[in-house]
């Protein structure tokens, strides 16, 4: 056991897709060049994707990717809460890698205070192990509504005293407006707390920037302590969202791929190998969108895919898509002549979906999708 607790960082953004999981993740990598034994940590994280560590258990995708950067094996102290959303208002309650079971909203705003306990202990035990904890905040802090019990951005802070650094993304617009407006939002000995800000997502001519550095400095008594720059064709996993996932423009010979974007897809980063692959053009393809000529659909089962009803589509370009339609306590029924494939999580979760061999099929990288009724059945 460690005698000397380590030394910690915390990076929260001003709002949600700033950047703090890059920048935690650079942070942790360069720690790591430098000698030092670095873990990262999230107190509190809502995804649906996900990781499993060492232990057995799961935390959050940014935390494992993150972990990576260290060079440490991914363990379930790193993220001790993850909420995993099952519907507009409910979610699955993960801590310290275990299911603890589902909440709805206003039922987890409760338990928070509950919550914190379970924070602190996986937070002093990385502190016993490592150098240095980098500490990744959740949303804004600037979520008043929110502020009673926190436990993901300035309520861990002050629990931990531990200081903080605040990433704004330039790219959105108005990145003075969200510091200032942020930091008038804290209390007073939350503001304490932080010790300068990142302009994350920058382009352009860095002189030009310098007359509102000096500005914030003045508003906020708080300096810029680094501005970064926009970094083309950077990837890292998504944290969750779809929409954050950049789809290829391969060329025309490409394999051309949709898959329907449902509500609440999880490990939606599965898709990645194929998104970055020069020859695959992959479309995520939502509700009244144009449905674009496709070679293949691939259809990733939504978490509480009970609560998903999709209609059937006959419209050009959508004849290969494997419809999925909610007429029964797990019903499936399928548009006649399609030619689906899931991942083999998909299809270990569709309990009612039947599998079986077809020739020439045991080479690829899924099982075949099928449902009773569909001409892809077996």
Request: one cysteine or more.
């Amino acid at each position: 056991m460690r005698s000397r607790k380590a030394r910690a960082i915390m990076v929260q953004g001003t709002t949600s897709s700033a950047g703090k999981s890059t920048v935690v993740s650079g942070l942790c990598r360069l720690l790591h060049r430098n000698g030092y034994r670095v873990a990262p940590f999230k107190p509190q994280n809502m995804a649906l994707n996900s990781a499993v560590t060492e232990d057995g258990g799961e935390i959050g995708r940014s935390q494992a990717v993150q972990a990576m950067a260290c060079a440490v094996a991914c363990h379930s102290d790193m993220n001790p809460i993850l909420l995993k959303p099952h519907s507009d208002q409910g979610a699955q309650v993960i801590v310290q890698g275990r299911p603890f079971g589902n909440f709805s909203a206003g039922e987890y705003h409760g338990y928070k205070e509950l919550a914190m306990p379970h924070v602190l202990e996986s937070w002093e035990r990385l502190r016993q192990q490592y150098d240095f904890i980098v500490v990744e905040g959740a949303g804004s802090p600037a979520e008043v509504n929110l502020r009673e019990n926190d436990v993901a951005n300035m309520g861990f802070a002050l629990e931990a005293d531990c200081p903080v650094v605040l990433v704004a993304d330039i790219d959105r617009g108005g990145v003075f407006a969200h510091l200032v407006g942020t930091m008038a939002c804290l209390a007073p000995a939350e503001r304490d707390l932080v010790r300068g800000f990142l302009i994350n997502r920058f382009r352009g001519d860095r002189r030009l920037l310098e007359p509102g550095n000096d500005w914030l400095c003045g508003q906020t008594g708080k300096p810029v302590l680094g501005v970064l720059p926009w970094l083309g064709g950077l990837y890292l996993p998504s944290e969750d969202s779809v929409e954050e996932a950049s789809e290829t423009e391969a060329g025309t010979q490409a394999l051309r791929i949709n898959v329907p974007r449902l509500p609440r897809m999880s490990n939606h980063t599965d898709f990645d190998p194929l998104r970055l692959h020069p020859l695959v053009d992959i479309r995520f393809v939502g509700p009244g969108d144009a449905i674009p000529p496709a070679d293949l659909v691939i259809l990733r089962v939504a978490r509480a895919p009970w609560r998903i009803s999709v209609g059937s589509r006959t419209t050009a370009g959508w004849t290969t898509f494997c419809a999925i339609c909610a007429t029964g306590e797990n019903s499936w029924e399928s548009v006649a002549g399609c030619r689906c494939w899931a991942p083999p999580s998909t299809t270990r979760r569709a309990s009612r979906v039947r599998r079986g061999p077809r020739p020439g099929w045991g080479s690829l990288p899924w099982k075949p999708f099928s449902g009773p009724g569909s001409s892809c059945g077996t």
